[in-house]
C-alpha cells in the first residue's frame, strides 16, 4: 500500500513538473499581435508569450480618442519556480511601460498558465515580469524574470534608408509625359528622403482644368420619394470653393454631395441616370439588397455609361438604415471628384431606432491639393496605386468648417458615412462620448458607448449623442501618424466641424439613453447571434487572402517595399510617405484577392453559392504581403456578421456589407446568400479596387 502510495506521488509530483516546464509555442515571425517573452538567465526554463487581442468595440480597429491603438493582453507562461524558492516573493507581477519607462502600469499578477488583463494604448512599449512581495504593488522592486517589446518597438531608424538615398530613384527611362506631372503635396511633419523626390508616375496625368467654366456646385438637396416616383440624377461639372479656392469637380445634378434620397423601406423607385461627366460610368447602390440587374458595376451588370448617354435603373429599399451611391468605374477620379450621395430608408415606428430629437447626416471626405492647385489623376491607369489617394484637406459634408447646432438635453443622431477614397477616420466630439446604435444594415444587438468612431472608406455607422452642457465644441480627427524613415509616431489633430449646443430644455428622449426597448430590427439580429456557436468552431467554407504583387517599380520604391518588412501598423490612418504612393500606378502595382487551396487571383476566383444558404468566409490579411496595410472589403446585393477577429469571437455583432480588415489579421464573417446574381467583393480603397483588387461570387 505505501509503495503504491509513494508511486502515485512520483507520478503527480512528475506530470506536475512536465506542465511547469512545457513551453509556450513561440510567435510567429514578425507578428504584428504577438510578443514573446525572453526570460533572463536566472529563469532560462521558462517561456511566455503575450497576445495583442482586440479589445470589445464596435468598429474594425479599436483605438483611443488620440488615435493609439488599443489591445488586451492575454498571456501563456510556463515553466516558472514558484516566487517563494527564489527570495522573499510572493507572487510575479507584468508591467508595462512605454520604452521612456514613464509611466510603469501594473497590468496584474501572472503565473504559470493563461491570463487575461487589461488594456494598453501606448504606441511603442515593453513588458516585464519581476518577482514582487505579496500584496498591492504600485513600483517594481523585485527581481527581472522576463521582458519583451511591443512589435512597434522594432521601428528604428537605420542606415538602410540612408544608403537608399544614393540608388537610382527611376531604374528605367519613363515616358517624357510623365514630366509634365506637378508635384504632390509634401507631409508637413514625416521626413521625406530626398531621392524620393525624382520619382514620378509612369502614365500620363489628367486633370478637368477645362472644367473651370462650369456652374458652381449646390448643396445638397432632399428627394422624399414614394412608391414608384421617378427621378433624374445628372452627372456633371461643378466648380466649388475649399479652402479658399474654387476646384473643377463633378456633381449628380450639381451637388456635392449628391440628392439625400429619403424613402421608407420596400419602396421601389426609377432612376433616370444621365453621364454628362467626362468619364464612362455608372451608378452603384452601396449596400442595397437589391435586384441584380440595377447594381450598377460595368463587366457584372451593365457597360459602361459613356458620356452623353443614359441609362435606367430600378432601385429597390430593403433596408432600414443609411446607404450611399456613388460610381464604379474609375471611382478613384470621380468619387474623389465629389460623385457621390446618401439614401436614408425609414422604417416604420420603433422598427429599426428609438426616436429622437434631431438627425444629421454627416459625410466624411478629403480632397487631394497640390502645391500649385488640384492634384491630377493618372490617365491610363489609377495613380496612387500603393496606399491609395489620401487627401490633405478634410470635409464633412464637402465643407471645411461646418456647425451642427443642437439644443441642450436633447437626444442627436448622427448618420455616418465616410466616402474618402483610402482614409479612415478617428472622429469624436470634444466633451462627448457617442453612443453607437448601428452601422452598415441594421442596429447592433447592444448599443455600446466608444470615445471615437473609427470608419473606414465605404462604412456607415450610426451614433446617438447627448449634450448635456451649453458650449461650442470641437469636432476633430485624431490620429497617430507613422514616420517610416525615423521611426516614430506623431499626433494629428484635425478640426473638421463645430458642435454647437444652444440653451434648451432635457427631453424624455434624453432620459432613455441606457434604456429602451428593443426596435424589431435590434431582436432580429439578437435572434441570429443566439445560434452561431456551431459556426464560430467550424472550419470556413472559403478561404482568401489580401496581399500585393508589384513589378517595374522605380528601383528606390522596390528597394523600400522589399526591405521595409519590420512593422506595419495595423490601419495607417494617414499617408507619410506620399511621393512613393503617388508614383506608383497600376502599371507596376496590383493588389490581390487570392484563392490559396486553388491559387486563382481576383477576377479568376470562381465562386458559387445556393440561394439562402449561409457560409463562412475567412478573409486572412497578410502579414509577409510587401506593403501590408488595412483593406475595407466590401460585399455586394448581401448582408453578413463578423463573427471573429484572430479566432476571437465579437462580442456586439451588426449586419455589415463592408469589413474593415486591419494588417496582419484574420476576419471570419458569415454571409447570408438572400439575393442570386453575379455579384462583386472587392476592397474599397479605390484606388486599390481600380488596380485589380476584385473577385466575382454568383448566388443561384
Known amino acids: 500500500m505505501r509503495l503504491r502510495l509513494i508511486l502515485i506521488l512520483w507520478i503527480l509530483l512528475a506530470t506536475s513538473a512536465q506542465a511547469q516546464t512545457t513551453a509556450v509555442p513561440a510567435c510567429q515571425q514578425l507578428s504584428l499581435y504577438c510578443i514573446q517573452l525572453i526570460p533572463t538567465a536566472s529563469f532560462s526554463g521558462s517561456s511566455g508569450h503575450v497576445e495583442l487581442a482586440r479589445p470589445p468595440s464596435a468598429f474594425g480597429v479599436v483605438v483611443t480618442r488620440d488615435g493609439h491603438h488599443r489591445f488586451k493582453l492575454v498571456l501563456d507562461i510556463a515553466g516558472l519556480p514558484d516566487p517563494s524558492s527564489i527570495g522573499p516573493y510572493g507572487q510575479y507581477i507584468l508591467w508595462a511601460m512605454p520604452l521612456d519607462l514613464d509611466p510603469v502600469m501594473n497590468m496584474g499578477a501572472v503565473g504559470n498558465g493563461h491570463h487575461e488583463l487589461g488594456e494598453i494604448s501606448f504606441n511603442k512599449f515593453m513588458l516585464l515580469v519581476t518577482a514582487e512581495p505579496a500584496g498591492e504593488r504600485t513600483e517594481r522592486s523585485g527581481p527581472f524574470v522576463m521582458r ?82 421617378s427621378i433624374t440624377l445628372r452627372a456633371y461639372p461643378v466648380i466649388k470653393s475649399i479652402a479658399g479656392r474654387k476646384y473643377a469637380m463633378l456633381g449628380y445634378n450639381g451637388q456635392i454631395p449628391g440628392p439625400l434620397l429619403e424613402v421608407d423601406h420596400n419602396v421601389t423607385i426609377n432612376v433616370t441616370f444621365i453621364n454628362d461627366a467626362p468619364f464612362a460610368s455608372s451608378i452603384h447602390w452601396h449596400g442595397l439588397r437589391h435586384d441584380n440587374a440595377n447594381d450598377g458595376v460595368p463587366g457584372f451588370t451593365q457597360d459602361p455609361v459613356e458620356p452623353g448617354e443614359t441609362f435606367e435603373y430600378t432601385v429597390h429599399f430593403p433596408d432600414a438604415g443609411i446607404y450611399w451611391y456613388h460610381p464604379h468605374h474609375r471611382e478613384d477620379a470621380q468619387q474623389e471628384l465629389g460623385l457621390y450621395g446618401n439614401m436614408i430608408v425609414r422604417a416604420p415606428d420603433h422598427a429599426y431606432l428609438p426616436d429622437v430629437d434631431q438627425e444629421e447626416i454627416l459625410v466624411l471626405d478629403d480632397f487631394t491639393i497640390g502645391p500649385t492647385g488640384q492634384a491630377p489623376f493618372g490617365l491610363e491607369e489609377s495613380n496612387f496605386a500603393l496606399m491609395g489617394r489620401f487627401g490633405n484637406q478634410l470635409l464633412i459634408n464637402s465643407e471645411t468648417e461646418s456647425e451642427f447646432t443642437v439644443k441642450v438635453g436633447s437626444r442627436v443622431r448622427w448618420f455616418v458615412t465616410n466616402v474618402s477614397n483610402t482614409r479612415a477616420w478617428n472622429l469624436s466630439v470634444e466633451g462627448h462620448a457617442m453612443q453607437i446604435v448601428a452601422s452598415d444594415l441594421s442596429p447592433y444587438e447592444e448599443f455600446t458607448w466608444e470615445e471615437s468612431m473609427t470608419i473606414a472608406p465605404a462604412e456607415r455607422y450610426v451614433a446617438d449623442l447627448y449634450p448635456s452642457e451649453v458650449g461650442r465644441f470641437a469636432i476633430t480627427n485624431r490620429i497617430q501618424s507613422l514616420d517610416h524613415t525615423a521611426g516614430v509616431f506623431f499626433q494629428e489633430v484635425d478640426t473638421v466641424a463645430w458642435f454647437v449646443v444652444e440653451p434648451g430644455e432635457s427631453t424624455e428622449r434624453a432620459q432613455v439613453a441606457e434604456t429602451h426597448h428593443a426596435s424589431t430590427a435590434q431582436e432580429e439580429v439578437r435572434s441570429w447571434t443566439k445560434n452561431l456557436e456551431a459556426f464560430e468552431s467550424a472550419a470556413p467554407d472559403r478561404e482568401v487572402e489580401l496581399l500585393l504583387r508589384t513589378e517595374g517599380l522605380p528601383s528606390l520604391t ?143
Not at 542606415?159 to 531604374?171: C, E, I, T
Not at 509625359?177 to 506637378?182: A, G, K, Q, V
Not at 530626398?194 to 482644368?209: D, F, H, K, N, Y
Not at 519590420?566 to 510617405?577: A, C, G, K, Q
Open 148 to 229: 519583451g517589446r511591443s512589435p512597434s518597438a522594432r521601428l528604428e531608424p537605420h542606415d538602410l534608408f540612408q544608403v537608399a538615398a544614393f540608388a537610382d530613384p527611376r531604374g528605367e527611362a519613363h515616358d517624357h509625359e510623365t514630366e509634365n506631372w506637378p508635384m504632390p503635396a509634401m507631409h508637413p511633419t514625416a521626413m521625406m528622403l530626398e531621392a524620393m523626390m525624382t520619382l514620378r508616375p509612369a502614365i500620363s496625368p489628367w486633370s478637368p482644368e477645362w472644367l473651370s467654366d462650369a456652374p458652381d456646385a449646390l448643396p445638397r438637396e432632399v428627394l422624399s420619394l414614394a412608391e414608384g416616383d
Open 558 to 700: 522596390d528597394w523600400i517595399l522589399k526591405t521595409d518588412q519590420t512593422y506595419f501598423l495595423p490601419v495607417e490612418f494617414s499617408d507619410t510617405m506620399p511621393f512613393m504612393n503617388w508614383s506608383a500606378s497600376g502599371r507596376e502595382v496590383e493588389w490581390l484577392i487570392r484563392e490559396p487551396s486553388t491559387g486563382r487571383e481576383n477576377l479568376d476566383i470562381q465562386w458559387t453559392f445556393e440561394l439562402n444558404s449561409t457560409e463562412k468566409i475567412r478573409i486572412t490579411n497578410r502579414r509577409d504581403s510587401e506593403h501590408a496595410m488595412q483593406h475595407p472589403i466590401h460585399l455586394h446585393g448581401q448582408r453578413f456578421l463578423v463573427l471573429s477577429y484572430n479566432g476571437r469571437p465579437l462580442e456586439n455583432r451588426v449586419w455589415k456589407d463592408t469589413v474593415l480588415i486591419p494588417a496582419g489579421m484574420t476576419a471570419d464573417i458569415l454571409v447570408e446568400f438572400t439575393n442570386p446574381g453575379i455579384w462583386m467583393m472587392h476592397c474599397h480603397i479605390a484606388e486599390h479596387l481600380e488596380v485589380g483588387m476584385k473577385m466575382a461570387f454568383k448566388v443561384e
